[in-house]
């Protein structure tokens, strides 16, 4: 079962504000980013290297590979060792495969879920908000940083 891409505005029902997502970007530095790529050309790549140069600790998540940006690269979520203490999860995923990552973010105990532009899943996203997770989707992590913080 896929799920369409959102709409422009489809994802304007979530409940977080800037002055939220401010608070995040300020407040949590350890990001795990699923889904990242070792093409310096794609966007998982350029967003997880602007957080590093910005102080956050990137854990790239992927399912194959040794390191990337001089991190060692873990196969999933909960190869992640539990004294890494994850604080958000950056999904660079199809929608549809959103499920299982909060799953195992919700076990991990993040903080927040972060879902890239162009990804959206409401079902996904209310069970972690259930969870006591913060929930951005369909937000670009760089981009927020620079208009939030970095300005």
């Known amino acids: 079962m896929g799920f369409a891409p959102p709409v422009k505005g489809e994802?304007?029902?979530?409940?977080?504000?800037?002055?939220?997502?401010?608070?995040?970007?300020?407040?949590?530095?350890?990001?795990a980013v699923v889904g990242i790529s070792p093409k310096e050309d794609r966007a998982s790549y350029i967003v997880a290297s602007y957080l590093k140069s910005k102080g956050y600790r990137i854990i790239p998540v992927r399912p194959d590979?040794?390191?990337?940006?001089?991190?060692?690269?873990?196969?999933?979520?909960?190869?992640?060792?539990?004294?890494?203490?994850?604080?958000?999860?950056?999904i660079f995923?199809?929608?549809e495969d959103v499920p299982p990552i909060v799953e195992e973010a919700i076990q991990r105990r993040a903080k927040v879920v972060w879902m890239q532009e162009g990804v959206f899943h409401k079902e996904a996203g209310a069970k972690a908000e259930k969870a006591?997770?913060?929930?951005v989707?369909?937000?670009c992590?760089?981009?927020?940083?620079?208009?939030?913080?970095?300005q």
Request: proline share 1%; charged share 40%.
């Open 132 to 135: 006591g997770l913060k929930v």
């Open 65 to 90: 590979g040794e390191e990337i940006l001089g991190e060692k690269v873990y196969h999933s979520l909960a190869e992640i060792p539990k004294e890494i203490g994850v604080e958000v999860v950056d």
């Open 11 to 31: 994802s304007e029902e979530r409940t977080m504000t800037e002055e939220d997502i401010k608070q995040v970007l300020s407040n949590f530095k350890i990001v």
């Open 141 to 150: 992590m760089k981009k927020d940083h620079q208009k939030l913080i970095n």
């Open 137 to 139: 989707m369909d937000r």
């Open 93 to 95: 995923r199809k929608s």
